[in-house]
């Protein structure tokens, strides 16, 4: 059984790698979900303070990577409208995946400026 658990947890950092590069693919939380399953085999020792860090880490990291393009707008000069254009064609690309989340906070951007 701690065969299969050590198999499904390669393949998921196998895809958490592959998600920090592929925007279809969640990396992070993947990989979390990775070390989830090695914390509760018997043969990997993982303390309960790193668990936690990690923890909090991707949820500052999923936080993050929807607002850095709202950041980015406001720093590059935007204007409020452009900002909240950013942020809902941030939001709106989430349900058009791969190419919503590239391409939904600069068409929210620019729909938001003119």
């Known amino acids: ?49 790193l668990l ?5 880490m991707i949820v500052i990291l999923q936080i993050l990577d929807y607002i850095t393009p709202v950041l980015g707008s406001k720093f590059s000069g935007g204007t409020p409208s452009g900002k909240r254009g950013c942020m809902a064609g941030t939001i709106l690309g989430l349900f058009f995946m791969p190419w919503g989340i590239i391409l939904g906070p600069f068409i929210g951007a620019l729909i938001g400026e003119l």
């Open 1 to 49: 059984m701690d065969i299969l658990i050590y198999i499904l947890s390669f393949l998921l950092q196998i895809a958490g790698i592959v998600g920090c590069v592929a925007p279809v693919l969640p990396g992070p939380p993947l990989s979390l979900a990775g070390i989830l399953l090695l914390y509760f085999t018997d043969k990997m020792e993982l303390s309960l303070t």
């Open 52 to 56: 936690i860090g990690w923890i909090i």
